[in-house]
């Protein structure tokens, strides 16, 4: 089966992401913005994004125009009837997200493939709510979608041979690298990620460093691209909450609960870059350690 036009559901960092690189390699691509409100300003973020691209000399005009040609953003799920496949991107909440895959079926063909960009739930749990199971998989894209080339395909229980075959083309299509991983809780990478960004708080809790010192550490001698407190503002501290309470819930191990000052700095809305502060405060160039966190919390 060849996938000729996707639908994404959310308009947030990964869905638009993700639509921008189906929409890049010549795919058409709805996204839908999943909370009230216009796509005024989704459409000029990104035309001001891809803008910077063409100067920076990182695409061409032409492509530009094309990507902006073949991405149509709306605010109505009905309009991804059309879509061969679906990748729901919305917030990271099973219940929200399994209300959606119940709406998603009356809406597309019994062909259409339904996928979810979930960074720690259930797969599997998504595809119980369907009907149709063996066209139910994970498509599980890494941030930035447009940079990074992993995707993890999710094989959940009765997801069909031949469902796990078409998504697979189709990543090689948009120019990504797959891996097929089966329904665990966290799939490979955020199963490995999350504890240790989880570690790194715990360090920063006994004060064995700062959240300076402990990402210089990582990017100095493991050479990491970034440091833990740098990849968790740049994931989401929500999104980071979420894949921990789900791993928690899984496992069931002190070392994957969420520490203290995770929970804290979600409940000040302090979720990293896309809020301006989370570890750090973006405010200022370069970045300082979030002034929330000047006293020790252990
Ligand atoms: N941030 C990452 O690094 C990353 C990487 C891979 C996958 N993911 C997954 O992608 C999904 C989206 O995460 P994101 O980082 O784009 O988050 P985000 O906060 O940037 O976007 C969240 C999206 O959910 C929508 N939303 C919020 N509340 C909603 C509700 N009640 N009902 C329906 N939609 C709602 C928002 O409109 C927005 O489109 C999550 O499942 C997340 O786990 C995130």
């Known amino acids: 089966m060849e996938i000729k036009k996707v639908g994404v559901m959310g308009c947030g ?3 638009l992401g993700v639509a921008q690189v189906c929409a890049q390699a010549g795919i058409p691509t709805i996204a839908v913005k999943a909370t009230p409100g216009s796509t005024d300003k989704i459409r000029s973020g990104l035309e001001k994004s891809l803008g910077k691209m063409v100067e920076r000399g990182k695409m061409t005009a032409e492509k530009m125009d094309s990507t902006l040609g073949l991405l149509q953003l ?3 799920e009905e309009d991804v009837a059309d879509c061969d496949l679906i990748v729901e991107s ?3 909440d099973l219940e929200t997200k399994k209300a959606l895959f119940q709406r998603l079926e009356g809406i597309v ?6 996928t979810t960009n979930t960074s720690t739930l259930s797969v599997t749990a ?7 199971r063996d066209r139910v998989a994970g498509l599980h894209f ?3 979608a447009t940079v990074m080339k992993l995707v993890e395909i999710i094989h959940a229980f009765e997801t069909s041979d031949s469902t796990v075959s078409t998504l697979n083309n189709f990543c090689k299509k948009l120019g990504k690298d797959p891996v097929i991983v089966q329904d665990t809780t966290g799939f490979i990478v955020n199963r490995l990620l999350t504890p240790y960004m989880l570690s790194a708080i715990r360090l920063l809790e006994m004060g064995t460093g700062t959240i300076g010192d402990i990402d210089h550490a990582m990017k100095s001698g493991a050479a990491h691209p970034m440091g833990p407190f740098e990849l968790a503002d740049y994931i989401g501290l929500d999104v980071v909450e979420a894949m921990t309470l789900n791993i928690y819930q899984d496992m069931h191990q002190p070392h994957v609960s969420s ?4 929970t804290r700095l979600v409940q000040l809305g302090y979720l990293g870059r896309k809020t301006g502060k989370g570890f750090y405060d973006y405010s200022v160039k370069p970045p300082i350690p979030n002034p929330a966190l000047r006293h020790p919390v252990a």
Request: one cysteine or more.
């Open 13 to 15: 960092a990964m869905g």
């Open 126 to 132: 998504m595809m119980a709510v369907c009907k149709q």
């Open 109 to 114: 063909s019994p062909q259409t493939l339904l």
């Open 259 to 262: 520490p203290h000052t995770l």
């Open 142 to 144: 890494f941030n930035p």
């Open 74 to 76: 709306t605010t109505k």
């Open 90 to 92: 919305i917030i990271e």
